[in-house]
Nanobody, 120 residues
Framework: VQLVESGGGLVQPGGSLRLSCVAS????????MGWYRQNPGKQRELVAA??????KYADSVKGRFTISRDNTKNIVYLQLDSLKPEDTAVYYC????????????????WGQGTQVTVSS
């Protein structure tokens, strides 16, 4: 297993969570990192992606979610604030070229996913 996520759970609307994804050193140093999410019956969608020089967010999460990476620990984080019920999904960590992550056309590695549920 090369990408391992953690940090999902159940949270009330307006609450916060922080997701973490640990990657092997070779994957982390050579790739952009990103987070996608998916609900049953729906397409997987990009939430955020980060390279050494660029960050992109989905419009639906701008101002509420923050992606960051710790290059010393090979970890990418996704801070989820002001959560809404529509943020409920399985969140997947991904690695690949930045252009591939933001376009959805090329992702080389996937994590196993972590469930985020926003409900009162």
């Amino acid at each position: 297993v090369q990408l391992v996520e953690s940090g999902g759970g159940l949270v009330q609307p307006g609450g916060s969570l922080r997701l973490s994804c640990v990657a092997s050193g070779s994957i982390f140093s050579r790739n952009a990192m990103g987070w996608y999410r998916q609900n049953p019956g729906k397409q997987r969608e990009l939430v955020a992606a980060i390279s050494r020089n660029n960050i992109k967010y989905a419009d639906s999460v701008k101002g509420r979610f923050t992606i960051s990476r710790d290059n010393t620990k090979n970890i990418v984080y996704l801070q989820l604030d002001s959560l809404k019920p529509e943020d409920t999904a399985v969140y997947y960590c991904a690695a690949g070229p930045y252009w591939g992550l933001v376009s959805g056309h090329k992702t080389d590695y996937w994590g196993q996913g972590t469930q985020v549920t926003v409900s009162s």
